[in-house]
T-cell receptor, first 109, second 115 residues
Framework: GQNIDQPTEMTATEGAIVQINCTYQ??????LFWYQQHAGEAPTFLSY??LDGLEEKGRFSSFLSRSKGYSYLLLKELQMKDSASYLC??????????WGAGTKLIIKP | ETGVTQTPRHLVMGMTNKKSLKCEQH?????MYWYKQSAKKPLELMFV???????ENNSVPSRFSPECPNSSHLFLHLHTLQPEDSALYLC??????????????FGPGTRLTVT
């Protein structure tokens, strides 16, 4: 079966750095997405990785290792507004998105 | 504002009711999706439409019936639902449903409660 694993919940301090990991086992791989979802709101796109390595976008970076079936989302200079759930999703061989259950990130002052 | 709107935002219905969820995208996209989101579970893909043709139906019970009259509008018709169908129903759109690395844009969702 297909599976995406990410931690259920993480806590970090304002101004700090946090890394949210995602491991996947899917039938084929055609890219990995990270989305942010604030409580009661729609998921919004953060990043896309299809090749190994690091993609940087401001305070957010995403890393992919296809050989290890592993990705992480790195958030720097954390702000209170970063409190949200972070969803990892992988496109499989049929180009369908397989989603993780999300990581709830709590930021403390 | 993502360019994808959904109505209603909240819906309470009895198990014998019939209701419809509406989604509209203003992005000129060719693919539209219905997802179910339950607490602490991964997003479940229900239906995919590409250029108004259904391309995916992930073993969804027949009490859920999608309709895509044009590339901008998507409906989910509901009838004789069960309490376990209570969830957040999200609509999304993307440039296409194929091989491009296109992200999906989500609407705010309809919070459905079946009593």
């Amino acid at each position: 079966g297909q599976n995406i694993d990410q931690p259920t919940e993480m806590t970090a301090t304002e101004g700090a750095i946090v890394q949210i990991n995602c491991t996947y086992q899917t039938s084929g791989f055609n890219g990995l997405f990270w989305y942010q979802q604030h409580a009661g709101e729609a998921p919004t796109f953060l990043s896309y990785n299809v090749l190994d390595g690091l993609e940087e976008k401001g305070r957010f970076s995403s890393f992919l290792s296809r050989s290890k079936g592993y990705s992480y989302l790195l958030l720097k200079e954390l702000q209170m507004k970063d409190s949200a759930s972070y969803l990892c999703a992988v496109r499989d061989s049929n180009y369908q998105l397989i989603w993780g259950a999300g990581t709830k990130l709590i930021i403390k002052p | 504002e993502t360019g994808v709107t959904q109505t209603p935002r909240h819906l309470v219905m009895g198990m014998t009711n019939k209701k419809s969820l509406k989604c509209e995208q203003h992005l000129g996209h060719n693919a539209m999706y219905w997802y179910k989101q339950s607490a602490k579970k991964p997003l479940e893909l229900m239906f995919v439409y590409s250029l108004e043709e259904r391309v995916e139906n992930n073993s969804v019970p027949s009490r859920f019936s999608p309709e895509c009259p044009n590339s901008s509008h998507l409906f989910l018709h509901l009838h004789t639902l069960q309490p376990e169908d209570s969830a957040l129903y999200l609509c999304a759109s993307s440039q296409d449903a194929g091989t491009g690395g296109y992200e999906q844009y989500f609407g705010p969702g309809t919070r459905l409660t079946v009593t």
